[in-house]
């Protein structure tokens, strides 16, 4: 059976209230009970203090004074209130009792050696005696006084009491679980209004927010907890479909030039080295097909936390002599020169294929974009753990440098058939950085060239000795 979250809550606070109540309930009856029964203790103490004052013993003879109040006329007939008494000898013989007993009893045990308080009845009439033993000179017991006073006040008093909390319990209960019913549904109708509006939320309408609430409790927090969400998934769909569409013209493009070189082609017979010539420019397009995949599929790898991270260390200097030798064919095509001014025995503890990658994307940018007969510069900074790539070209633009890191992003500049490129570059190296936690920082000035700063955690960098580096560049 299928319960409201508005009834469950109202169960709960009625149980807890019920526990709550029959704990009150119990605590009043237990404080009256403790209450009417101490008093009618006291009133026996009294009397009992009245009645020794008039008994006398010599050995084991043992005899009372006749107190007057006990023979008037008023305890000529059985009557248990205000007070009775009698005593009694070691026997069990009666050696006296109060005139209201008449032909009764007051019940005792001759067992008991100290004090002994119980509840009896006489004439059918609910009463409390104390027992009390008799003494002596020399200490043995040569009898009891029982002395009693009615219960009656007390018993009806309890029973009312009892009755009345054992009817009124149910009641409570059910006026309580009525009232935290209607609180419940008070409280959870902000909820209700939640679920309204997040029921009607879709794909297409995924820009609407939920209302927040006037109080800033936990319903303002859910709410503004699920607004954050939205404005996620609103992002993650707004860049899904971008980048469908950036993709789709990144790759109609080359697609485009193959199909339109293909048809040239048979249009005609044409001598060797023109299909030569065309089969290179088709495989050109090729080569940027397959290089738009491969960065697609490092982008989907690295959002998706499929790339293992394996760091150690590793020397830079050997690194970027490996760096100007790969790239040096592009360089001379430009005529561009390569400077790097490290420390010989820099050494930073990282994963050296994910770096190698990050300077592979970032001096490939520099060759690109940098001027022909220019030259790209790196150098590294010891007090901050910088290392930068600087080149001279045209620069950036201010405004685009907030959004060089996003996927398909290119400058207006560079979307010309001069520069080549797929916009996913600088997206890959910024998430290989996060990886490495490495900070990644652009500065740009237009005709003064653009510098890209890796700050590396100082704990992360040391000095090895020349002799290591010369045995690792030898091998």
């Known amino acids: 059976m299928k319960v409201r979250f508005k009834d469950r809550v109202a169960l709960v606070n009625t149980l807890v209230a019920a526990i709550t109540t029959a704990g009150v ?3 009043v009856y237990g404080v009256v009970f403790y209450t009417s029964y101490n008093h009618l203790d006291s009133d026996i103490q009294e009397e009992a203090a009245t009645l020794f004052s008039s008994l006398h013993w010599s050995g084991d003879s043992l005899y009372t004074d006749l107190l007057p ?29 109060s005139a209201n007993l008449q032909l009764d009893l007051l019940p005792f045990d001759l067992s008991v050696k100290g004090k002994y308080v119980f509840n009896s009845q006489i004439n059918s009439k609910r009463v409390r005696v104390s027992q009390y033993p008799l003494h002596n000179e020399q200490g043995a017991i040569i009898g009891h006084l029982c002395v009693g006073v009615s219960r009656e006040e007390s018993a009806i008093v309890l029973k009312n009491l009892k009755t009345t909390l054992l009817l009124t319990f149910p009641f409570v209960l059910l006026v309580l679980y009525l009232a935290s019913s209607l609180a419940a549904s008070t409280a959870i109708s902000p909820v209700h209004q939640l679920i309204r509006v997040a029921s009607q939320i879709s794909d297409a309408t995924i820009d609407q927010r939920l209302p927040l609430p006037g109080h800033k409790d936990e319903i303002y927090k859910l709410a503004n907890t699920i607004n954050d969400l939205l404005w996620r998934i609103e992002s ?58 491969d960065q697609l599929l490092q ?7 499929q ?4 760091k150690e260390d590793i020397q830079l200097f050997p690194l970027f002599l490996l760096q100007q030798e790969k790239w040096q064919p592009r360089l001379d095509e ?32 520099a060759i690109k974009y940098g001027n022909a007969g220019g030259q790209i510069t ?3 900074n010891p007090e901050s753990g910088c290392l930068s790539i600087h080149d001279n070209g045209p620069g950036i633009p201010a405004e685009h ?6 996927r398909f992003y290119r400058t207006d500049q560079s979307r010309n058939a001069r520069v080549k490129g797929t916009g996913l570059g600088l997206s890959i190296v910024k998430k290989l950085t996060t990886l490495l936690d490495i900070r990644i920082e652009v500065s740009s000035h237009e005709a003064s060239g653009t510098t890209f700063c890796l700050f590396f955690p100082v704990c992360y960098c040391q000095y090895f000795p020349k002799k290591t580096l010369l045995e690792g560049m030898n091998q």
């Open 401 to 406: 440098l907030p959004k060089l890191f996003d």
């Open 25 to 27: 309930f119990l605590l």
């Open 299 to 305: 982008l989907t790898r690295l959002e998706a936390g």
């Open 378 to 380: 790196c150098t590294w």
């Open 334 to 365: 430009k005529r561009m020169q390569f400077h790097f001014d490290l420390p010989p025995d820099l050494c930073i503890h990282t994963d050296s294929g994910l770096l190698e990658r990050i300077l592979d994307n970032l001096i490939d940018n």
């Open 236 to 293: 993650g769909l707004h860049r899904e479909k971008q980048f469908t569409s950036d993709a789709s013209h990144e790759l109609r493009t080359p697609l485009a030039a193959i199909r339109g070189t293909l048809e040239v082609l048979i249009r005609k017979d044409r001598e060797p080295s023109q299909y030569a010539e065309k089969i290179e420019q088709v495989i050109r397009q090729v080569d940027r097909i397959d290089q738009l995949l």
């Open 69 to 97: 109040s006990r023979e008037e006329k008023e305890h000529q007939h059985t009557d248990v209130n205000p007070a009775f008494f009698q005593v009694v000898n070691t026997s069990g013989e009666i050696l006296y009792q």
């Open 307 to 310: 790339v293992q991270v394996k």
